[in-house]
């Protein structure tokens, strides 16, 4: 079945820390990944997103993620965060080109503390 | 451009009440969807339109939950009657077109209290 896994619930970090939230996804041909972003009360929002082409994708707030095909990854990073980075992450994938809903992985918590 | 609205923001009834949620998609956005969120998972699709027709609803429980999307706009999303597991965040999305480069929009959701 086609699944993505995020490996950590929750990942505590002090403010200017670099931080890596993992996230893998069940193998296929074709794979469209996403990171969103969920605010307390809010929507979730569009972080970054791997179409195809060059394997790291950079996206807003300094967000960067690599492609990793062989190891079926999409693991998202940050050099520095700041404490408005505390959020929900969700990892998504899409297997079709047309139609098909996001897949989520159950979202890991990031706690940035001064 | 505004963004999803979804109404209303927060919703608690008894079980085997009835309840309605109501999605305003960005302008122009033919795609639309209804995902449930239940606390501590990520968003799981409920149903998926294309303009005023159903492309994805096996994942919608019939007996129970019934959605519209008439004129290809506006949207609503019904539960009747509720049970207590169906207490969860209902996310409204939508996509200008249903290609993958298309971005996905989410509105910020009705969170729904079953008692």
């Known amino acids: 079945a086609q699944s993505v896994t995020q490996l950590d619930s929750q990942v505590p970090v002090f403010e200017e820390a670099p931080v890596e939230l993992r996230c893998n996804y069940s193998?296929?041909?074709?794979?469209?990944l996403f990171w969103y972003v969920q605010y307390p009360n809010q929507g979730l929002q569009l972080l970054l997103k791997y179409l195809s082409g060059s394997t790291l994708v950079k996206g807003i707030n300094g967000f960067e993620a690599e492609f990793n095909k062989s190891q079926t990854s999409f693991h998202l990073r940050k050099p520095s965060v700041h404490i408005s980075d505390t959020a929900e992450y969700f990892c998504a994938v899409s297997y079709n080109q047309a139609g098909t809903a996001l897949i989520f992985g159950k979202g890991t918590t990031l706690s940035v503390s001064s | 451009e505004a963004g999803v609205a979804q109404s209303p923001r927060y919703k608690i009834i008894e079980k085997r009440q009835s309840v309605a949620f109501w999605c305003n998609p960005i302008s122009g956005h033919a795609t639309l969807y209804w995902y449930q969120q239940i606390l501590g998972q990520g968003p799981k699709l409920l149903i998926q339109f294309q303009n005023n027709g159903v492309v994805d609803d096996s994942q919608l429980p019939k007996d129970r939950f019934s959605a519209e999307r008439l004129k290809g706009v506006d949207s609503t999303l019904k539960i009747q009657p509720a049970k207590l597991e169906d207490s969860a965040v209902y996310l409204c999305a939508s996509r200008r077109t249903e290609k993958i480069t298309d971005t996905q929009y989410f509105g910020p959701g009705t969170r729904l209290t079953v008692l």
């Open positions: 193998s296929s041909v074709s794979v469209y």
